[in-house]
């Protein structure tokens, strides 16, 4: 048991003693997709949702929850960000908005909880926000992009 971080000698959970690590910086970005019908993306372009702009609220949402990550995931250490950014990528062929965070600190542990904790909240707002046009979207492809800092070095998603 005691290969797992997250676990003691006994099996019990707990959270990882990073008290003897130095503070680095570190950098983490994240992806997803908000798959829509033509007609909700439409509505997204053009700022046609009753409910306000779709991705201006979304935006704040993402950044929101990347600095309450650890309210929201058991075990994640609470962390001061110096950054958080969210971004869109609007795929007219697909129908579908790409979201992008990327969370910077300079602390003990890395922010990947962060990145993907914003790109899905972010998801989950334009869902929100949409839901009464479109029941049918589909939030995907949440990953990891890139990470960088820390013990365990660079990861770059291949592809």
Known sequence: MSSFTHIDDKGRVR?????????????ARAGGSVFLKPET??????????????????????????????????M??????????????????NHCIVIEAAVRTIDQ????????TA????????YDMCKSYDREMRISEIQLLEKSGGKSGTYKRSG
């Open 15 to 27: 959270m990882v003693d990073v008290t003897d690590k130095k503070p680095t910086v570190r950098v």
């Open 41 to 74: 993306f439409d509505m997204i372009r053009d700022h046609k949702v009753k409910k306000g702009n779709v991705l201006e609220t979304a935006r704040i949402a993402g950044i929101m929850a990347a600095k309450k990550t650890s309210e929201l995931i058991p």
């Open 119 to 126: 790109v899905s909240v972010t998801a989950l707002t334009i």
């Open 109 to 116: 542990t890395g922010v990947e909880m962060e990145a993907l």
């Open 76 to 93: 994640c250490h609470p962390l001061h960000l110096t950054h958080v950014q969210v971004d869109f990528v609007p795929n007219e062929a």
